[in-house]
């Protein structure tokens, strides 16, 4: 999403398979802040509702109805999914875990333009914090050049991937992040056969 210096804007969370999944529940911002009921981004600006639900972005909001289908997974057996993902290989290098979200933020800048994201990896450590660094330079680089959001918006997600470098998931047990994601992929699964029956 591309935003103009006096439009209201949100926090953009980046698709991608099961790592879109992420429910946030630590953040250097603030506790009191608003989270993407879907991905768990924190709505820094704007954002849509949907009655008591709030998301980042329309395809956020869009992916709302399989939150329902997740409340009907079991806690157990989303524990038990997020447990074989957490003890498996990583799924970015193939060595050996503990494997669990790692959440990093950037931004860009052109401008009067600013485009600031999330993006989540289900990874080992190492990838995670490859990913984490390479997102810092990102925005060290290019987030600077927008006015206004682009000041405002560098040093804010530059700091959120500093906190989140520095306080990986525990790497004993999955993380409530992964067993948000779990239950959503199981949900996923749930409805693959009932797209497929003939009307």
């Keep these: 999403m591309f935003l103009l210096p006096r439009l209201r804007s949100a926090s953009r969370c980046r698709r991608g398979r099961l790592a879109s ?34 998301f980042c972005n329309t395809n956020c909001q869009s992916k709302g109805a399989m939150l329902s289908r997740a409340a009907q997974v079991s806690d157990s057996e989303a524990f038990g999914h997020a447990r074989r993902l957490h003890t498996g290989p990583c799924p970015k290098c193939s060595g050996s875990g503990p494997v ?68 990986p998931p525990n790497p004993i047990e999955p993380s409530p992040k992964l067993i948000h994601a779990s239950k959503l992929q199981i949900a996923t699964t749930m409805a693959v056969p009932s797209a497929m029956t003939p009307a």
Excluded: E
């Design 21 to 54: 999944f992420v429910r946030r529940h630590n953040h250097p911002i603030g506790s009191s802040m608003a989270s993407c009921a879907t991905c768990g981004t924190t709505i820094l600006f704007g954002g849509t509702k949907d009655g008591s639900l709030r």
């Design 100 to 167: 669990d979200i790692h959440m990093s933020y950037r931004v860009w800048s052109a401008l009067v333009m600013t485009q600031w994201q999330s993006r989540s990896q289900i990874s080992c450590r190492s990838c995670g914090v490859k990913s984490q660094l390479g997102n810092i330079a990102f925005s060290a680089v290019l987030g600077w050049w927008g006015f206004p959001w682009g000041l405002i918006m560098t040093p804010i997600q530059i700091i959120r991937t500093l906190f989140v470098l520095v306080s």
